[in-house]
């Protein structure tokens, strides 16, 4: 039981930006970052997923098998949000899938609950922190 706690504890980290603590998990592997948010049915409030690249390019998200409605936000290397979009899940299997594409060279991607970033007026220039 210690053993899976202390794994539990692991995935989680806490991110900082502006004023706002969320609880992410990091996506390092391409495993991790290819299976994302894929199957689940909900996401808390506080809760998001941090996507983590080595280098600065254009990243592209889609929302395949993803049910939960998100937000995006871009960061460059800097850690500064460059772009935000929002991602509706698709109205079915058959519908076709939306690329969405950072507006610029981003090396982190930060999936929240849908108008995570309007509701806490979180704009392009924020910069995040990860402890």
């Known amino acids: 039981m210690i053993f899976l706690t202390t ?13 706002q ?22 996401l808390k409030a506080n809760q998001g997923m941090l996507f983590v690249y080595e280098k600065p390019t254009i990243l592209t ?3 395949k098998n993803t ?4 937000s995006i936000g871009f960061f460059n290397e800097s850690k500064e949000l460059i772009d935000i979009q929002d991602m509706p899940p698709p109205q079915n299997d058959l519908a076709p899938l939306i690329i969405y594409k950072s507006g610029g060279p981003a090396q982190y991607a930060l999936e ?10 979180i704009q392009p220039g924020a910069k995040f922190s990860l402890q």
């Open 112 to 121: 929240v609950p849908l108008g995570w970033f309007q509701k806490h007026k």
């Open 21 to 42: 603590t969320l609880s992410v998990e990091v996506a390092k592997t391409t495993e991790e970052k290819e299976k994302g948010l894929m199957g689940r049915t909900s």
């Open 67 to 70: 049910y939960i409605p998100l």
């Open 7 to 19: 794994v539990l504890a692991t995935l989680f980290q806490t991110l900082q930006i502006n004023d």
């Open 61 to 63: 998200f889609w929302m």
